[in-house]
């Protein structure tokens, strides 16, 4: 039986880690991992590296799993030592396939079929891209780009690897693994968008690791959102999160990871890999946090956010999202633009899609809110230039032009005659300064330098509805130590998908879900702890504490922007690492508002 009701618990196992271990050893370290987090499932690869685990060794590996009552499905890296003497001039990252010569794409098929046989599913791991340049990839690359030919390669292959599994063993299910660097899918050939019809699973990889030391440059949020968006991508063929122990020093980065995956409600979780893990500190707390985020996930619906717009291929203020969503922003990231929703966040990849300026001067003028970054409103404003057309684009929609000028700044108000605040931040950022018109464009929050203050947050009305620019620092790890005036105000522009706001500092993330249940956590290695609150735009008589039965929170009229009923909430003071669940309870006697935009009032 399970030990979680939400998601099953999966190991991997490479074919190293199985190479040598006896029957007994098996059994005394899986007795490990089902005692301290629990084990449902293995996935059990008999190739890696030029390894390939004989068939008697893992005919056994298999009974002695089963014979347990753990699920049993295989897996598969794409990597192999020299195969010829001509290899060897290839440069190939950790062995990983050069796709376009025919003898790797034979021993290729032949490991696929190998595995297939053996196992009714599989799972490619995160090896299955190129990067290879030799004499024969740049020969079939012809005048296409990298990132053209790499993807199509890489649909072909996938294509192959299907075909081949499902010719050896009909039953056989082929699932991809994606990696965590989603923003550089394209070069490397990965592509969701054609290969989601292809396989016939997905997965996410959800390691972050020590986001400061590591060259992936990964925020901590995207373990969240990368299943998110991968969930979009094909809805219900999202397997699973998968994360691993390296470059997890302290603990508590390897924990978040797991945190940040459970929230995003995957069906399994699988932790990377048996060798590293067996006799590891880091799994007894894990299972303990696991049991507490499974008992919430009974009580949680499902996730909610204010839809990121992320169209397939692109790229460009890579992760500014996961910086948001660690600053307490509610997020869901789509490939589709979102039709009809209330509320869309836009960054400059939005700019991939050709229409997206005709799409969102309907979706505002329809009574939609976007709300765009500074990089967005750029790109906007240099391809209006270029045009030349004097009339038409993003400049129908506002008063905003960028000319080239930046400032600097760690003194921030909120928006308004004087502003409220002269909140300061620990950092001195660097921004673009976008020039607009009084009375047009209106600030919403504001940052101060010298005797001039300069716009972090635009509000522009346009038809029924509103576009919100947001002015981001060039230093994006300094998003979430933004003053929590300027962070209060971006907050309460996200407030349609999730009617409630974070009030309070950064480095704090809420995951909200569509039930009015939501955690909030504070990250680990940061703030010392701080003090929160949440603004509910809609009536609430409480908020349950659901980490804590019989404890419940007041409200007290709101002084920031809401619908009728409006109310504050204060938390407790918040420690970094600490997991809190909540309930709003919503008042039986009023019935939520309809959303209105409320026209921002301005000297004349």
């Not at 050709?354 to 505002?364: C, D, Q, S, T």
């Not at 607009?436 to 001039?452: P, Q």
Request: aromatic share 12%.
């Amino acid at each position: 039986m399970s030990r979680y009701k939400n998601f099953k618990l999966a190991m991997f196992c490479t074919a190293q880690n199985m190479a040598e271990i006896t029957g007994e050893e098996l059994l005394d370290q899986l007795a490990f991992f089902e005692k301290y987090c629990g084990c449902d499932k293995v996935y059990l690869e008999p190739y890696r590296d030029g390894y390939t685990i004989p068939e008697d060794r893992l005919l056994m590996l298999i009974k002695a799993f089963r014979a347990r009552g753990i699920e049993v499905s295989g897996a598969l890296t794409t990597t192999c030592n020299n195969l010829s003497e001509g290899d060897r001039a290839k440069y190939r990252m950790s062995g990983t396939y050069c796709f376009t010569n025919a003898k790797m794409r034979e021993h290729l098929v032949k490991t696929v079929e190998y595995t297939a046989r053996h196992f009714d599913e599989f799972i490619l791991d995160d090896w299955f891209f190129t990067m290879c340049s030799c004499g024969e990839c740049r020969e079939a690359k012809g005048a296409r780009s990298w990132e053209e030919y790499r993807l199509g390669l890489m649909e072909e292959i996938s294509g192959l690897v299907v075909r081949s599994a499902k010719a050896a063993n009909p039953a056989c299910k082929v699932v991809i693994k994606y990696p965590n660097w989603r923003e550089a899918f394209q070069e490397s050939g990965y592509g969701p968008a054609a290969q989601r019809h292809i396989f016939d699973t997905i997965y996410a990889g959800t390691e972050t690791r020590d986001t400061a030391n590591t060259d992936q440059h990964l925020p901590r949020y995207a373990g969240y959102s990368i299943m998110r968006l991968l969930e979009n991508y094909a809805p219900g063929r999202n397997g699973g999160a998968w994360f691993d122990p390296y470059g997890c020093e302290p603990m508590e980065i390897f924990l978040e990871q797991g945190y940040l995956s459970a929230f995003a409600r995957p069906k399994e979780l699988t932790l990377f890999c048996w060798g590293s893990l067996y006799n590891n500190r880091v799994i007894t707390p894990l299972g303990l946090q696991l049991d507490l985020i499974d008992a919430f996930l009974d009580k949680a619906g499902a996730p909610a956010g204010t839809v990121c717009y992320l169209p397939p291929g692109a790229q460009g203020e890579d992760h500014i999202e996961d910086f948001l969503g660690m600053a307490g922003i509610p997020l869901e990231p789509s490939p589709d633009f979102p039709e009809g929703a209330g509320s869309v966040f836009l960054t400059v990849q939005a700019h991939r899609d050709g229409e997206i300026i005709r799409k969102l001067e309907k979706f505002v003028a329809d009574g939609g809110r976007a709300v765009v970054t500074s990089g967005f409103m750029i790109e906007a404003l240099r391809r209006a230039e270029e045009a030349g057309s004097g009339a038409g684009g993003i400049t129908d929609l506002t008063s905003i032009r960028y000319r080239g000028r930046r400032f600097r700044s760690r003194e921030f108000r909120g928006g308004g005659i004087g502003g409220a605040g002269g909140e300061f931040s620990k950092h001195e950022m660097g921004f673009p300064l976008l020039e607009h018109r009084n009375n047009t464009t209106w600030t919403l929050a504001k940052a101060v330098a010298g005797e001039e203050n300069y716009p972090i947050l635009l509000s522009d009305h346009y038809g029924r509805g509103e576009l919100v620019t947001l002015v981001a620092p060039d230093e994006y790890g300094y998003i979430y130590g933004l003053p929590p005036v300027v962070l209060e105000a971006i907050r309460a522009r996200f407030t349609d998908a999730v009617p409630y706001s974070l009030l309070g500092p950064g480095q704090c993330s809420i995951f909200a879900y569509d039930n009015d249940t939501f955690a909030i956590y504070a990250y680990a290695g940061g703030l010392a702890g701080g003090a929160y609150g949440l603004r509910v735009n809609i009536p609430a008589d409480s908020i349950e504490n659901l980490s804590r039965p019989g404890e419940k929170l007041y409200p007290r009229p709101s002084a920031g922007p809401g619908g009728e009923g409006a109310a504050d909430f204060s938390f407790f003071m918040l420690q970094p690492g600490d997991l809190n669940f909540y309930k709003i309870n919503r008042s039986r006697e009023r019935r939520a508002p309809e959303k209105e935009f409320q026209a921002v009032s301005a000297p004349h």
